[in-house]
């Protein structure tokens, strides 16, 4: 079993930044990609960034330029950056995980940029 725990979301205003989390446990070695979606409501799961066990990343357009994700294997712990944060970015952000083709899914973490 596979358990990943977002934190990290919150409220801020547009321009600022949010760092999220998500912490990996449970049976997750030799995993093939990790990446953060989110949802808005009334809209779709979309990507926003993803990194492979590799170490190779992929962003969405909107994320590109101001969202970097990254990995600490050490503690099992991906992370998402977010800068210059919009209003267009309010959305539940989840992390996924994949692993000998079955993906799992966090809970999400809300992300509200708002004046």
């Known amino acids: 079993q596979v358990t990943l725990v977002e934190s990290g979301g919150g409220l801020v205003q547009p321009g600022e930044s949010l760092r999220l989390s998500c912490a990996a446990s449970?049976?997750?070695?030799?995993?093939?990609?990790m990446g953060w979606h989110r949802q808005a409501p009334g809209n779709p799961r979309e990507l926003v960034a993803s990194i492979t066990s590799g170490g190779n990343t992929n962003y969405a357009d909107a994320a590109k330029g101001r969202f970097t994700i990254s990995r600490d294997n050490g503690k099992n712990t991906m992370y998402l950056q977010m800068n210059s944060l919009k209003p267009e970015d309010t959305a539940i952000y989840y992390c996924?995980?994949?692993?000998?083709?079955?993906?799992?899914w966090g809970r999400g973490t809300q992300v509200t940029v708002s004046s």
């Open positions: 449970g049976f997750i070695d030799n995993w093939n990609l």
């Open positions: 996924l995980l994949i692993r000998s083709g079955v993906n799992y």
